[in-house]
């Protein structure tokens, strides 16, 4: 008789690649993994991973399995929540994968608001510059900068952010402000490690067509933040990080600025359960609420 440990140990290993990372993501020895995967492919009379050196490849027969497998997964989620949410409070734990500024800026100082409505609910916020997949279960919630064009996935716009160009005093004291656009070829800039971002809606200087010398690249914003605040060069910076800080001023803000999205995205599967709307309901209030901030 098949049982949910097996299916877990299948779907982690699924998509973690390897019996180590599937225990670690299910908080378990690998050896526990290994055995409930071996149990799992007796009681099936098949076997679903070829095993090597560089990990496990799932065969047909582990891909033909999978959906219901799947299936079995989101009943027991729905189950288990149906049972527990009887005159309990919103409980449990939610991971929300945020982009960088939106995690780190926006939503972590606000997170008591959500803990005072439900102190049982536990936040995991993963604030980052690579993109999430919730059909892998890497996260409950995202906030995207592009809307899903596929997959069972629910999104809704929660509201257009801006960045402009910003400097440090002491950087426009040594290399003069620039007046116009086309100025910005005698400038230094700072930009990401294209390579290292996933996301490509996130690397905006080079979509802005700036003929700079590019001095500094780094795979965070708050890098390139410090960097600029320090007179390293010129950097497209979000607003709701940097509007109110006194070490960096705006450039050429009447012709220079980028215009993204924010989009929640919910796998169609959890949107219902009671913590993940709790959750989402949240964000989708908080951003209407501070809109002006982006």
């Known amino acids: 008789m098949l049982n949910s440990d097996q299916i877990s140990a299948f779907l982690a290993v699924i998509r973690e ?4 990372a599937a225990a670690r993501r299910l908080r378990l020895d690998h050896s526990t993994v290994s055995r409930r995967l071996v149990s799992l492919e007796a009681q099936l ?12 490849a799932p065969t047909d027969a582990a891909t033909a399995f999978l959906t219901h497998a799947e299936r079995i997964e989101r009943e027991l989620i729905v189950a ?5 949410r009887r005159d309990v409070p919103i409980a449990g734990t939610v991971r929300v994968a ?8 926006f939503l972590a100082p606000l997170i008591p608001e959500l803990a005072a409505r439900h102190p049982e609910l536990v936040i995991e916020l993963v604030p980052e510059s690579r ?3 919730l059909s892998k279960r890497e996260a409950d919630i995202a906030i995207a900068v592009r809307r899903p064009a596929d997959g069972r996935l629910f999104s809704r716009k929660l509201t257009d952010y801006r960045l402009g160009l910003y400097a440090a005093p002491s950087y426009l004291e040594t290399f003069g402000t620039p007046h116009s656009a086309d100025a910005l070829a005698d400038h230094r800039f700072i930009a990401y490690v294209d390579d ?5 809606e996130l690397l905006v200087l080079g979509r802005m067509d700036m003929k700079g010398q590019v001095v ?18 010129l950097a497209m910076l979000h607003h709701i990080a940097v509007r109110d800080d006194p070490r960096l001023v705006r450039v050429l803000e009447d012709e220079i600025e980028a215009i993204r999205s ?14 993940i709307r709790a959750v989402a309901d949240f964000l989708a209030n908080l951003v209407a609420r501070e809109r002006y901030r982006f």
């Open 80 to 84: 288990a929540d149906a049972v527990s």
């Open 131 to 133: 993109a999430t997949s």
């Open 98 to 105: 945020t982009p960088e500024i939106f995690g780190s800026d």
């Open 262 to 275: 924010y989009w929640l995205v919910i796998h169609a599967d959890l949107r219902q359960l009671p913590r």
């Open 216 to 233: 500094f690249r780094a795979s965070t914003s708050a890098a390139q933040i410090a960097a600029a605040a320090a007179g390293t060069g």
């Open 17 to 20: 690649g390897n019996c180590v």
């Open 45 to 56: 009379g098949t076997r679903l991973f070829d095993r090597s050196p560089r990990g496990l």
């Open 196 to 200: 290292l971002v996933e996301v490509p």
